[in-house]
């Protein structure tokens, strides 16, 4: 049994009296132990699929459409708020796109960390405090006894994002959906924190979320990957297959806008045009007016997810084979 087995998933966005889809039909499955990363340009519908997974959509303009979500086997979408909340933060966590949103400035960091552990596993304030300090150094705050004081605007970005992940380690997730956890810091930071992250994981054995628009991070730090465009799941496998057999030109677009010297792709430094807003109808497939591949057949039928092997799914009319 899949750790986390999504199905179909479709979020709407009530604008009016209309509803817009802006997530369909994603299916994903995350097991034990494992680090899957879900990328696309910015409006894909990335983030909203990981709070959906969290349950964090309630009193947004965003609706669960359709589709299941199970995590442990139990059925996410027919628990109660409160049962909800509790599986947050005790068995899955999160650590959100801008850190400083997140950490609330006028608390001394230690006290927001301890917040997390006494919410959620009822230790006294003592005990929180030597559990604070542990995770600290856990992340490799330096001098974690005098850092445990200090306010959120009192560290660098990369010093805040770990605090972000102490306070989602609080209390030993199993899954951690950590969206795009690196983007506001120096690339040197980045790796650090992605370093981080992973020899955690090694640690505890709990699996892993990355949200990314980098498709080289993803390829350098997950077991497989999701390709997100415009809502919708684009291309599917593991990280090897992917990069032996890149499939979607929309995946091959992501790659050949990193700078990846061996990977021939001539044709685009970058994805040309922009993603489609969720008002503007796009018939056919939604990438087609980007898209160097697309023909008649691409403006006017919307692909379906084929296999391309048994892991391997890919949403194109001209799915491109091997680039290597
Ligand atoms: N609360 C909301 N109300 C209305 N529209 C929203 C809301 N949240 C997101 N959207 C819209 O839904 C679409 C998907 O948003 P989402 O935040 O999931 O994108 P993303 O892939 O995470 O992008 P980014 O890389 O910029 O973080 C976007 O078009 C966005 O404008
Ligand atoms: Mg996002």
Redo the contacts with the bound molecule.
Sequence with gaps: MALLDIRDLDLS?ARGSELLP?VQGVSLTVEEDETLGIV??????????ALAIMGLLEG???RIAGGSMHFQGRDLLALSPGERRRMMGDQMAMIF?EPMTSLNPVYRVGDQIMEAIIQHRGMSRKRARERALDLLDLVRIPDPMRRIDSFPHQMSGGQRQRVMIAMALACDPKLLIAD?PTTALDVTVQKDVLELMLGLQRRTGMSIVLIS?DLGVIAETCDKVAV?YRGRIVEQASISELLSNMSHPYTLGLLGSIPAPDHDVEWLDAIPGRVP??DEAVPGCAFHPRCFAAEGSCRTVDPVAAAISPAHFVRCHFPQGSTT
């Design positions: 966005i802006v696309g340009e910015s409006g894909c519908g990335k983030s909203l699929t947004s303009a965003v796109q795009e628009h997100m807003t969720l």
